[in-house]
């Protein structure tokens, strides 16, 4: 029999009973069923050694034990065959009998009523023997500590309280199952959601890069897709490098990067995220190296921002060593939030090398979404970025739906006020330096400053 059908026939057999299909209350005794497979009977002492041999035609069902004690016989064990190979003895191949015939094995196979219930069967066989034929049943989840948290098709929602207990049962140190109900549109990127099944209890503990976070999920936004892109960030900070997060969160580039030894500027607008950042901070024991603000971004880089850069860039000093990023993890709107760097500080521009490195991140839905989002930030600067950019695709959210993320250093034409003024007094004009590093594009920041 071709492999493809046996596959389908077994399948078939070893699914859920067809009457569990458009149950909407999960009725676990309702998935039990009786199937006949063919047995092999033999002494408990040889099962290890002949079960080598018996490969081939042994039952292979995840979930189904292939030796069982025989209900007659305690000396005795059967040995569970598959029922699409082996019709009688005649279905053993040469080797395998004589294998039998030296461990004094008769080839007779009996006939074996096996039990399956609700706990043999995977999550996706038992929704699948449920929702309507036909229909996706594929229901991935997002794993947030205790919480699976799915975000379920239109079809699926008649299901959803079942779904989410299955989910439950079927992952070992899940209790609870929420759906996101809409999009997150809302200001703090925080889910609406509702509970399906399991504990009401959102309060959760997760591990992400090695440190722990502690949250509040239904109130604050946390993502277990972002880890790589949260380690990439937190790679480039070297110790005594300094790190303001514009749009932190619960910390997850925060803690990590304060645990590197640098200086960090933690800020998120979300009262809860606010509250849990500076527990994750005591929790990871950093709190003495990060600075946690509660402000709306632009308020927070006109302000502290404003005031650390003061200190940090200026007056320039040929020892410093240390660079200074800004993170914008806020997708859907932080490329607004770059007209904050114009003309933020006074005074003469650091030397280029130290000028700030911004990691901003947006979404695009353009055909080409790296140019997209250089021209986005751009705009927004005044400033061309083609030449003096790198842009890193962080993940498909959706169809046609890219997230990125734009790095740069802040042009010092861009950061700096009244810059004619300052090149005449200037020893080392930063504006000559930037127009002979190579990855400025000289002519264009000639036409942002107006010179
Ligand atoms: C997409 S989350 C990123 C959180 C975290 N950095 C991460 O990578 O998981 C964006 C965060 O920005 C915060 N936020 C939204 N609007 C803000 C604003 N205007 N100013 C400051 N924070 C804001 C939200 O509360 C949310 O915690």
């Not at 229901?139 to 079942?162: C, E, M, T, W, Y």
């Not at 849990?276 to 921002?305: A, E, I, R, S, T």
Request: glycine share 4%; charged share 25%.
């Amino acid at each position: 029999m071709p492999e493809l059908e046996t596959n389908q026939r077994h399948s078939e057999l070893f699914s859920p009973p067809s009457d569990v299909r458009g149950m909407t209350e999960l009725d676990r005794t309702a998935f039990s069923k009786t199937v006949t497979v063919p047995a092999l009977k033999v002494k408990k002492e040889i099962v290890n050694k002949l079960m080598r041999s018996l490969k081939r035609v042994a039952l292979q069902r995840p979930g189904i034990k292939r030796v069982i004690e025989d209900p007659e016989d305690e000396e005795s064990r059967l040995i569970m065959l598959d029922p699409f190979k082996m019709f009688s003895q005649d279905s053993f191949e040469k080797a395998e009998l004589s294998i039998l015939s030296q461990l004094h094995v008769s080839p007779q196979i009996s006939k074996y009523n096996l039990k399956l219930t609700y706990e043999n069967f995977k999550s996706e066989e038992i929704l699948r023997a449920v929702l309507p034929e036909g229909q996706d049943v594929t229901s991935g989840f997002s794993r947030v500590g205790h919480i699976a948290h799915l975000n379920l098709r239109d079809h699926q929602l008649p299901f959803k309280h079942l779904i989410g207990q299955v989910m439950i049962d079927k992952n070992p140190g899940i209790t609870s199952a929420v759906n996101k109900i809409n999009n997150i549109d809302n200001t703090y990127r925080n889910f609406q959601m509702e509970v399906l099944s399991g504990e009401e209890n959102m309060l959760t503990k997760v591990r992400e890069n090695n440190y722990n976070y502690e949250f509040d999920f239904s109130k604050v936004y946390w993502n277990p897709r972002l880890s790589t892109e949260h380690s990439r960030i937190i790679e480039l900070l070297k110790p005594g490098d300094v790190l303001f997060d514009v749009f932190a969160g619960v910390g997850p580039f925060v803690i990590p990067v304060a645990k590197k030894n640098c200086t960090v500027f933690a800020n998120d607008l979300n009262p809860e995220s606010h509250k849990w950042l500076l527990h994750n901070c005591k929790l990871n024991k950093v709190d003495q190296k990060v600075k946690v603000f509660n402000l709306d971004g632009k308020d927070f880089l006109q302000g502290p921002v404003r005031e650390e850069l003061t200190q940090q860039l200026g007056p320039p000093s040929k020892e410093r060593r240390c660079s200074v990023h800004i993170v914008m993890n806020l997708p859907a709107k932080a490329i607004e939030f770059l007209s904050a760097f114009k003309s933020l500080l006074d005074g003469p521009p650091c030397p280029s090398e130290h000028l700030p490195i911004v990691h901003c991140y947006s979404f695009s839905k353009d055909a080409d979404p790296a140019e997209d989002v250089r021209q986005q930030a751009g705009a927004v600067l005044g400033v061309s970025l083609e030449a003096c950019s790198s842009v890193h695709l962080v993940r498909n959210v959706a169809p046609n739906k890219e997230m990125l993320c734009i790095t740069f250093q802040i042009p010092a034409s861009i950061l700096y006020k009244d810059q004619t003024m300052n090149l005449e007094n200037h020893e080392d004009p930063p504006l000559k330096r930037q127009r002979t590093d190579k990855a400025f594009s000289e002519e264009k920041i000639l036409i942002a400053s107006n010179i």
